[in-house]
């Protein structure tokens, strides 16, 4: 697509861009001006450099868009900036042209280099291709593999009030925390950041902030949830007082072995979320809709997990199936 003016967008950015490929070079380039002749002149400008270096054969840095300026336009059309400052960071004046497969997995390699591939895929392939798709670049990109699913673990309620038991007795701090994973739901990390500013205990009430799936959610605080953080110490910023490093896990450990509950390998706080979803269905009838409607899963797929913990109207029929009669034991004659 020759090069062409793209008109200011009111509320986003008031200059012109200059967007599309010429001989062979890709152009979404800020004008930094609002004035249209001015603005034409540049476009001018920048198609006679792409063809002079067309013809020289050398090539047209001046006119390789970069990362930065990809991920700004990128922002400006009103996309999500979540996950996208230590990208901008990592690859900053690198062209979006020579951004392939060994890019991405140095990235995840550089950014994350202790985390699932997964977590890797979510924070640094999808963003940093969203943004080069909305460049026009498309890059053959083999993303990590998907984990195989895995079998749901979750707690019965004697293991789980043993060990919010035990996890009080160790620190209250433990103790709130869990319990609010328990019955609240939400992952470790975005309890960890909840801060008083966002609880109301009075009405019963916390908003989660930035979550996940990138959107705040409000969640209530049942009567156990409001005894335990009640207890907390408020002058500090953040509710728990706790951040997710090895004291946290030494901790967990200490409220095993107290309350004799193994967790599984693997699970520790997160096997909390999951016992959440499982009680939410089986002791109050929720379905998959409404655990989607909780805010605490983004979709159905992400929440269909938990299914197979119901006995379907199917399964129950198993009651219908004939069974042999009972034949009472003959006595012995006296």
Same mark, same amino acid.
Request: charged share 25%.
């Given at each position: 697509?020759?090069?062409?003016?793209?008109?200011?967008? =009111?509320?986003?950015?008031?200059?012109?861009?200059?967007?599309?490929?010429?001989?062979?070079?890709?152009?979404? $380039?800020?004008?930094?001006? /609002?004035?249209?002749?001015? %603005?034409?002149? *540049?476009?001018?400008?920048?198609?006679?450099?792409?063809?002079?270096?067309?013809?020289?054969?050398?090539? +047209?840095? !001046?006119?390789? *868009?970069?990362? !930065?300026?990809? !991920?700004?336009?990128?922002?400006?059309?009103?996309?999500?900036?979540?996950?996208?400052?230590?990208?901008?960071?990592?690859?900053?004046?690198?062209?979006?042209?020579?951004?392939?497969? %060994?890019?991405?997995?140095?990235?995840?390699?550089?950014?994350? =280099?202790?985390?699932? =591939?997964?977590?890797?895929?979510?924070?640094?392939?999808?963003?940093?291709?969203?943004?080069? #798709?909305?460049?026009?670049?498309?890059?053959?990109?083999? &993303? =990590?593999?998907?984990?195989?699913? /895995?079998?749901?673990?979750?707690?019965?309620?004697?293991?789980?009030?043993?060990?919010?038991?035990?996890?009080? %007795?160790?620190?209250?701090?433990?103790?709130? *925390?869990?319990?609010?994973?328990?019955?609240?739901?939400?992952?470790?990390?975005?309890?960890?950041?909840?801060?008083?500013?966002?609880?109301?205990?009075?009405?019963?009430? %916390?908003?989660?902030?930035?979550?996940?799936?990138? *959107?705040?959610?409000?969640?209530?605080?049942?009567?156990?949830?409001?005894?335990?953080?009640?207890?907390?110490?408020?002058? #500090?910023?953040?509710?728990?007082?706790?951040?997710?490093?090895?004291?946290?896990?030494?901790?967990?450990?200490?409220?095993?072995?107290?309350?004799?509950?193994?967790?599984?390998? /693997?699970?520790?706080?997160?096997?909390? &979320?999951?016992?959440?979803?499982?009680?939410?269905? $089986?002791?109050?009838?929720?379905?998959?809709?409404?655990?989607? +409607?909780?805010?605490?899963?983004?979709?159905?797929?992400?929440?269909?997990?938990?299914?197979?913990?119901? @006995?379907?109207?199917?399964?129950?029929?198993?009651?219908?199936?004939?069974?042999? #009669?009972? @034949?009472?034991?003959?006595?012995?004659?006296?």
């Amino acid at each position: 697509m020759p090069y062409k003016l793209v008109e200011p967008k =009111p509320g986003r950015s008031p200059h012109y861009r200059v967007r599309g490929t010429e001989f062979g070079v890709y152009l979404d $380039r800020s004008a930094q001006t /609002g004035d249209r002749r001015k %603005a034409r002149e *540049l476009l001018a400008a920048w198609r006679d450099e792409a063809h002079r270096l067309a013809l020289s054969g050398a090539g +047209a840095p !001046a006119g390789r *868009l970069t990362f !930065a300026e990809a !991920a700004i336009s990128y922002m400006q059309s009103g996309r999500s900036r979540l996950f996208l400052a230590p990208l901008i960071a990592h690859f900053g004046e690198t062209p979006v042209d020579a951004i392939g497969q %060994a890019a991405l997995d140095e990235a995840a390699a550089v950014l994350g =280099p202790d985390r699932k =591939p997964q977590t890797n895929n979510r924070l640094v392939y999808t963003p940093t291709l969203a943004i080069l #798709k909305h460049s026009g670049f498309r890059p053959i990109v083999a &993303r =990590p593999p998907a984990p195989k699913a /895995g079998r749901v673990v979750y707690l019965g309620q004697d293991e789980a009030f043993a060990l919010l038991d035990a996890a009080t %007795a160790t620190d209250a701090r433990l103790g709130a *925390l869990m319990t609010f994973l328990l019955y609240c739901g939400p992952r470790l990390s975005e309890a960890l950041r909840l801060q008083w500013r966002d609880v109301d205990l009075e009405a019963r009430s %916390a908003v989660i902030g930035i979550t996940k799936n990138g *959107l705040p959610i409000a969640v209530n605080l049942p009567t156990i949830v409001v005894t335990a953080m009640a207890n907390l110490d408020r002058t #500090k910023k953040r509710v728990f007082g706790l951040a997710k490093h090895g004291r946290l896990y030494a901790m967990l450990t200490t409220a095993e072995k107290r309350s004799g509950v193994a967790l599984p390998p /693997g699970s520790a706080f997160h096997v909390l &979320r999951h016992t959440h979803a499982v009680w939410r269905r $089986r002791q109050t009838g929720a379905d998959t809709s409404a655990l989607v +409607a909780t805010g605490l899963w983004k979709s159905h797929n992400a929440a269909r997990v938990y299914e197979h913990f119901d @006995v379907s109207e199917e399964s129950r029929k198993s009651d219908l199936l004939p069974t042999p #009669k009972r @034949v009472k034991p003959v006595r012995k004659a006296k």
